[in-house]
């Protein structure tokens, strides 16, 4: 068969590996958090996940889709934001709810108290979001100002995707603090690495804004740190930390 009449069959078949690669950069970052949550849900303990990831997750998709605005780039990853977004929220209803129920006769802590000892510690689920949306609107507002300035613009999609590789420090550091990954789910962690490497040589291929192979590939770096933290302490089992240092109120990041 001549090259020329294999054309009808590759351009098709390119264009569902395309589909396929985008779909995967669409709902590949929430599937690391399904056995999480999972576990999370079964166990009605949440003390071994840091809200904290959260956290992080939900500034740097908020800072993406805002970047988007002054630099459009492929639809997918704007996807992946607005799907990382929701997915971060059930996270954080979930765990709050969890620690919450465990936690008895102690005060309840607001958004509105304007507390930072008990920042990202509040007792209801809707002070996540009344602090999610206030960030939105304070950011958003700058962005609106400053969106014609190429310096501010590349600067916020820096920030956007350097706080998302910071993803995994707070695991790191809440791992090294307990001296022990348990209670963490390795599988969400072997996902972590597998998806931000996928990612990485996603952005690499279809040559996305330079900050997100740089930081995708340090994304990669903490993942890899994190899995030597599971070999390290469940082959060279550390001094527990006393329960005393941690109290129920505030281990739960």
């Known amino acids: 068969m001549e090259p020329g009449g294999l054309e009808w069959l590759l351009v098709p078949m390119r264009q569902l590996v395309s589909w396929g690669a985008a779909g995967a950069m669409v709902f590949g970052g929430v599937v690391p958090y399904i056995p999480q949550y999972r576990d999370i849900r079964r166990t009605q303990n949440a003390e071994g996940f840091s809200t904290y990831v959260c956290l992080v997750l939900l500034v740097a998709n908020i800072l993406r889709i805002l970047f988007w605005f002054g630099r459009r780039f492929e ?17 954080l209803k979930l765990c709050t709810e969890i620690r919450v129920s465990n936690e008895l006769n102690v005060k309840r802590r607001s958004f509105a108290d304007f507390d930072l000892n008990y920042f990202w510690h509040w007792s209801k689920f ?50 090294y603090q307990n001296r022990s990954t348990e209670g963490m789910s390795i599988k969400m962690v072997l996902m972590w690495t ?39 302490y469940s082959h060279y089992p550390q001094k527990p930390v006393s329960h005393a240092a941690h109290p129920a109120s505030t281990k739960a990041l």
Do not use: H
């Not at 992946?80 to 997915?87: E, L, Y």
């Not at 939105?136 to 820096?158: A, C, H, R």
């Not at 040559?207 to 994304?219: K, T, V, W």
């Open 75 to 91: 639809s997918p990853l704007l996807w992946q934001s607005i799907i990382m977004i929701i997915t971060m929220l059930l996270m």
């Open 126 to 175: 809707t002070d996540y979001v009344q602090c999610v949306l206030t960030f939105t609107g304070v950011t958003g507002y700058i962005t609106y100002l400053w969106l014609d300035s190429p310096l501010f613009v590349e600067t916020l999609g820096f920030l956007a995707v350097f706080t998302e590789a910071m993803l995994g420090v707070p695991q790191l550091y809440r791992n």
């Open 194 to 232: 597998s998806g931000d490497t996928f990612k990485t040589v996603y952005f690499i291929l279809n040559q996305a804004p330079f900050q997100f192979s740089i930081c995708g590939l340090l994304q990669v770096f903490v993942d890899i740190a994190i899995l030597l933290q599971v070999y390290l």
